[in-house]
């Protein structure tokens, strides 16, 4: 009988690392099992994800920075040499120009800047909101051509 028990015993040493290596390794690997199912199982059926607002990183159209780079110029070192405050509108004609390349694409962009072109002269015109300054308030997105 005492060798039976030694023999017990010593298979019970031989076998308790196995069975620790065992109950880690089911218990490190059972988190990572429920959280890899839980993307599929959470997510109701049909549900539409929102698309973030669109937001302005590195151009990619060469002809929207070259546009944009001759505006920038523009206002860097022509602009400023006929005096400040000379557009009477909010914002100036080549702010509007700017903004209107980037949201709406140069093609688009140059008709809107053309369009602002030809009601940026000294007749008064009705429909535009005069701001305190006395400048008259003509942004972007009350003269869109096409919605996007």
């Known amino acids: 009988m005492a060798k039976t028990d030694q023999i017990g015993q010593s298979g019970r040493r031989k076998a308790t690392p196995i ?6 390794a089911i218990s490190l690997l059972s988190p990572a099992a429920t959280t890899f199912g839980s993307d599929f199982m959470m997510k109701g059926p049909g549900e ?11 151009e990619t159209s060469s002809v929207r920075v070259a546009m944009q ?40 962009g140059v008709m809107m800047i053309g369009d602002r072109q030809t009601r940026c002269n000294i007749f008064e015109r009705p429909g535009y909101t005069r701001l305190p300054n006395g400048m008259l308030y003509d942004p972007v997105s009350n003269n869109l051509l096409f919605e996007k």
Not at 87 to 93: A, L, T, V
Request: with cysteine; aromatic share 12%; hydrophobic share 35%.
């Open 69 to 108: 780079g001759l505006i920038r110029f523009y206002q860097i070192f022509i602009s400023p040499a006929g005096g400040p405050d000379r557009c009477g509108f909010r914002p100036s004609c080549s702010h509007y120009g700017r903004q209107a390349i980037q949201e709406q694409g140069p093609v688009v």
């Open 19 to 24: 069975v620790v290596l065992a109950w880690l």
């Open 48 to 58: 539409e994800l929102r698309v973030p607002e669109k937001a302005y990183g590195p």
